[in-house]
């Protein structure tokens, strides 16, 4: 028997670019000397996607899909998709072609050939991508490697393909809260990294805006590191010592000098202002992960399944 690969593919309204993928895929896919299943995960779309993806099924038996009875997003579609996937090898993509699917015969040689047990992707430009999502971006990659235990590549594409053991181990990370990025570093196993140069979406629009991109950056930060907490503590104890330094300086000065210093109203409001706009912006960063252990205590399902195609075990 062939072994079987299975391809994880989230989709959210993406009526134009499915039919492109779908043509662009099966032939590379029909070139490896493998079996093969499609697992489309229609993350609550709003247009055709579900019937697209359905109309599918009806013609070619390797597509599976599980369609969310509302938008979960991306990082729950993915995990659907990996729990339903029965591969020996598993990849993860978007069906947007931004993921060149003639990638997979290089990530397959460097999995059964070179020993990988992952082979990953990264976007070495962000060509025709906005200046100001870039410049967030590399931000956003440089604060989580500095306070995070995970490493996460500049550029780290979800695409990727990944071996059994791997699959399961990211399948065993149950958490409600899920930023895959963190989650595939923190699993380990050995990973290949292979760059491309951003390609431009094949059909449709992105589904992410700039509140969506800040939440998942705030996201990923929370999900893997205590550091703002940390922070918060440094922050209060600087605080305080200076505090005290002042008060101290205050009271010789005006001892020796014996004159009124006492300070203006004005600068006791902006003093007060500052010490608010402290406590509240940390009060903030710990409502965060507060909020973030309440969603992990009540360990609510990751999504919801309103149909599907793939037996349940
Ligand atoms: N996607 C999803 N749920 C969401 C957002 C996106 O399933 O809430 C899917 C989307 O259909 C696509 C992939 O995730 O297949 C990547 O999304 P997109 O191409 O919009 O992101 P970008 O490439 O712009 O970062
Ligand atoms: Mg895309």
Redesign the pocket.
């Known amino acids: 028997m062939k072994d079987l690969l299975s391809i994880v593919i989230p989709c959210l309204n993406e009526q134009e670019a499915l039919p492109i993928y779908y043509k662009a895929t099966i032939p590379i896919l029909k070139t490896i000397d493998m079996n093969y299943e499609l697992i489309f995960v229609d993350d609550g779309s709003t247009d055709n996607t579900p019937d697209i993806i359905k109309d599918f099924a009806k013609k070619d038996n390797q597509v599976k899909y599980v369609i969310f009875s509302r938008n979960f997003g991306k990082e729950a579609a993915l995990y659907a998709g990996l729990s339903k996937a029965k591969g020996k090898y598993v990849a993860v993509m ?1 069906v ?1 072609l ?1 993921d060149p699917p003639e990638m997979l015969i290089e990530m397959l040689k460097g999995i059964k050939v070179e020993g990988y047990d992952c082979v990953a992707t990264r976007r070495v430009t962000r060509k025709g991508e906005p200046k100001i999502r870039s410049w967030f971006a590399r931000k956003f990659y440089k604060i989580i490697n500095r306070w995070t235990q995970v490493e996460i590549v500049d550029g780290a594409r979800d695409y990727r393909l990944m071996t059994r053991p791997m699959v399961d181990a990211i399948l065993s990370m149950k958490e409600y809260n899920r930023f895959s990025k963190g989650i595939f570093s923190f699993v380990g196993f050995k990973t290949k990294w292979l760059e491309y140069e951003n390609i431009q ?1 094949s059909a449709g629009t ?1 589904k992410w805006n700039f509140k969506k991109l800040c939440l998942y950056a705030i996201e990923g930060i929370v999900s893997f590191t205590l550091a703002p907490l940390y922070a918060i503590i440094k922050l209060g104890v600087a605080l305080g010592t200076l505090d005290i330094l002042a008060a101290l300086i205050l009271l010789i000065v005006s001892l020796s000098i014996s004159k009124n210093l006492f300070l203006d109203y004005v600068i006791i409001i902006l003093v007060m202002v500052l010490l608010t706009s402290i406590l509240l912006t940390c009060l903030g960063i710990m409502s965060v992960y507060q909020a973030k252990m309440y969603s992990e205590i009540k360990n609510r399902p990751i999504y919801m399944t309103k149909e599907t195609n793939v037996d349940s075990e």
Do not use: C
């Open positions: 978007d947007d931004q979406r992105t």
